[in-house]
């Protein structure tokens, strides 16, 4: 039971950098530059956001 625990709920937390990176396939996630919440603010002021 724990190993589906932690599969299912920790294994997804490892791709949560790439919403702060402006991620590039062909480059890793750690020479990625960093935005921030960039992202987030865009996707937040998208018009279909509230829908």
Do not use: K, N
């Amino acid at each position: 039971m724990a190993d589906i625990v932690v599969i299912f709920h920790f294994g997804p937390m490892f791709g949560v950098p790439i919403a702060f990176c402006e991620y590039m396939v062909t480059q890793r996630i750690t020479r990625s530059p960093w935005v921030g919440l960039g992202h987030v603010q865009r996707f937040r002021r998208h018009h279909m956001f509230w829908r």
